[in-house]
Structure formats: structure tokens, C-alpha cells
């Protein structure tokens, strides 16, 4: 649909496989799916979960939060349930929140989800983004433990002094060079 090839995607973005869903399917159809799976593989039962975060900036609606269709849609009626947007970085400021939530002592059990659903606000003819955004969700569950495993440091942040910098240009894979706007 634009004027690029596989290679040029991968050597600038290390991307070799993107998913698109289909038409009818809204982020939270892909983020309940996610959650059941790592609802199953942590042997735990959803009215367990005390927390939803979803992080997503392609949401269902703005209010309620997508994660409140989560919520509904796996049964887990004891949590709270909110959405964060931090863009590609969001399930990682997820983590960092439940990790802090439950460090506080007031949650034990934290559903923390990433999911999106680009297909339908994407421009196909802008090789710049369409080369880079799938559909997708992924899950964890993050619990209170006494063992010495876990979260250990987190540091996030965020410098908007490059939002206008065409990234695509540098190349992916460390490169040892650092980001500036006339980077090739």
C-alpha cells in the first residue's frame, strides 16, 4: 500500500510481523481474551483481581474506561478499574503503577493490561505509522508476594522534546549513535 519493502521495515524498526483485527473487534474483545489467559496461567480466580489497569490509547470509548468492559467481561466484579494512556510505553507504566499500588500495602492482586486496536485510525498511506502499529493486547497479573522475586527498581520517564522527530530515520537495534534530528 506505500512505497516500502520488508527489509526497510525491519532494519529500522526490527518489526517482522504486525496483526490486524478484524473490523468488529474493539480493544477490549482483545484485551478480555488476554486477561483470561493470564487469569488461567496464574491459577487464580478473576473475583481475586483488586485492580484493572488497561493501558491503550485506542480505548473502546472514553468513559466507561475499556477497562470497566474488562472488568464486566471477566467476571470481576471486586475490582476497580481504570485506563491509562501512555502510548507504546503504557503497559510498562502499568507495571510500575500496580508494582507501586501494591508496595502501598492496599492491593494484593493487580491485573495489568496493554492493548490496542490501530487498524481503524490508522492512515494506510503514511508509511511512517503504518509500518509500525498492529492490533494486539498482552496481560499480567502482579500479586503481592514475600518472596525476594518481583519488581526489583523501576525508573520511567518520559521526554517530549522529541515528539516531532521522524524515528523511523534511525536505525533500530542500539545503535550507538544518540537520537538527534539529523540522525540517518
Not at 12 to 25: C, F, K, Q, S
Not at 66 to 89: E, F, H, P, R, W
Amino acid at each position: 500500500m506505500v512505497d516500502t519493502s520488508d527489509e526497510w521495515i525491519r532494519q529500522r524498526t526490527g518489526i517482522t510481523e504486525r496483526r490486524i483485527a478484524e473490523d468488529d473487534v474493539a480493544t477490549s474483545d482483545l484485551c478480555i481474551h488476554a486477561a483470561r489467559w493470564a487469569i488461567k496461567n496464574a491459577n487464580i480466580d478473576p473475583l481475586d483481581i483488586e485492580m484493572i489497569l488497561v493501558a491503550t490509547v485506542t480505548p473502546d470509548t472514553f468513559f466507561p474506561s475499556t477497562a470497566c468492559y474488562v472488568q464486566k467481561g471477566i467476571g470481576a466484579k471486586n475490582a476497580a478499574a481504570m485506563d491509562l494512556s501512555a502510548a507504546c510505553a503504557g503497559f510498562l507504566y502499568g507495571l510500575d503503577l500496580a508494582d507501586g499500588m501494591i508496595k502501598s500495602g492496599r492491593y494484593n492482586t493487580i491485573l495489568v493490561i496493554g492493548g490496542e486496536v490501530f487498524n481503524n485510525i490508522i492512515d494506510w498511506n503514511d508509511r511512517n505509522t503504518c509500518v509500525l502499529f498492529g492490533d494486539g493486547a498482552g496481560a499480567a497479573i502482579v500479586q503481592a508476594t514475600d518472596e525476594p522475586k518481583g519488581i526489583l527498581a523501576s525508573y520511567i520517564g518520559s521526554d517530549g522534546d522529541y515528539a516531532d522527530i521522524d524515528l523511523l530515520g534511525i536505525p533500530a537495534g542500539g545503535s550507538r549513535m544518540p537520537i538527534t534530528p539529523g540522525s540517518d
